[in-house]
Antibody
């Protein structure tokens, strides 16, 4: 069965950096696009970033553009989110999600359990 | 950015009743609309994709309809496990956007 396990969350000061990982199993990782989605406390879901199957196309929300970088290692079946210049408003639970498609956004077929990022001074 | 507006914000119903949740988009998304269920402490779960297709393992009491800018998620007869928050999401245009959610609570 599909499993997505996020890690790397924690407490970081404003302006700091963090790298999230998502270990995937149960499907052919290199054949699907992947997303990061977050949910801040008391707020709704917010799409963060997408990367296509081979990593050649990426897109991200304006709120994180220039600060967050999505990447993947298909040899390790792992998705990453490098977060820099973190702000208080980046505090959220971060989820990785498998797209239904390889090269376009698709819908979010499967989700991990999330990893919590807290930005606090 | 396409804005998704869900209504009502909260829906109070009893088990066995029919639930009708609405999602309206600020511009046409064709049928590129999905619905997710979110329970506390759990990851979101895909219910419906491309407006009316049930995801794998989703019970037949869940159904989706609509196209263009107006969409509906219907739960024909509520089970106790259905009380949760429901989100719609569009993937027609970047950025991908979600509605603000409808909380389905037990009356």
């Amino acid at each position: 069965q599909v499993q997505l396990v996020e890690s790397g969350g924690g407490v970081v000061q404003p302006g700091g950096a963090l790298r999230l990982s998502c270990a995937a199993s149960g499907f052919t990782f290199s054949s699907y696009g992947m997303h990061w989605v977050r949910q801040a406390p008391g707020r709704g879901l917010e799409w963060v970033a997408f990367i296509r199957d081979d990593g050649s196309y990426k897109n991200s929300a304006d709120s994180v553009k220039g600060r967050f970088t999505i990447s993947r290692d298909n040899s390790e079946n792992t998705l990453y989110l490098q977060m820099t210049s973190l702000r208080l408003e980046d505090t959220a639970m971060y989820y990785c999600a498998k797209s239904s498609e390889a090269a376009v956004a698709g819908h979010f077929e499967y989700w991990g359990q999330g990893t919590l990022v807290t930005v606090s001074s | 950015e396409i804005v998704l507006t869900q209504s009502p914000a909260t829906l109070s119903l009893s088990p066995g009743e029919r639930a009708t949740l609405s999602c309206r988009t600020s511009q046409s998304v064709g049928n590129y609309l999905a619905w997710y269920q979110r329970k506390p402490g759990q990851a979101p779960r895909l219910l419906i994709y491309q407006a009316f297709n049930r995801a794998t393992g989703i019970p037949a009491r869940f159904s989706g309809s609509g196209s263009g800018t107006d969409f509906t998620l219907t739960i024909s007869s509520l089970e106790p496990e259905d009380f949760a928050v429901y989100y719609c999401q569009q993937r027609s245009n970047w950025p991908i956007t979600f509605g603000q959610g409808t909380r389905l609570e037990i009356k």
